[in-house]
Nanobody
């Protein structure tokens, strides 16, 4: 059974930092591209960042470039999202996802999803 479990979300002040982690079980994570998405209240879920396998190439949505960094540890079976210089507009539920193949930015391209972790950025 495949499971993705996110952690690390909490309330933080604008300008602060958070590190989200996604723990993966039930699949060979080294063969999967990993992505982070987010969904703000009343909005659709949107792409944030992705990291490929095996080379670790990354891709970010424009609004987080230079502030967020996605990483992976295949040995620990985790994919993390380091978020710096947080803004109130980053407030959302953050989801990690996995897909077999190259990294992608569309929700429908991902096979497995976590339940999400809430990030709230206060102004």
């Amino acid at each position: 059974q495949v499971q993705l479990v996110e952690s690390g979300g909490r309330l933080v002040q604008a300008g602060g930092s958070l590190r989200l982690s996604c723990a993966v079980s039930g699949l060979t994570v080294s063969r999967y591209a990993m992505g982070w998405f987010r969904q703000a209240p009343g909005k659709e879920r949107e792409f944030v960042a992705a990291i490929s396998w095996p080379g670790g190439g990354t891709y970010y949505t424009d609004s987080v470039k230079g502030r967020f960094t996605i990483s992976r540890d295949n040995a620990k079976k985790t994919a993390d999202l380091q978020m710096n210089s947080l803004k109130p507009e980053d407030t959302a539920v953050y989801y990690c996802a996995a897909r077999q193949g190259v990294l992608a930015t569309r929700l429908g391209d991902y096979n497995y999803w976590g339940q999400g972790t809430q990030v709230t950025v206060s102004s």
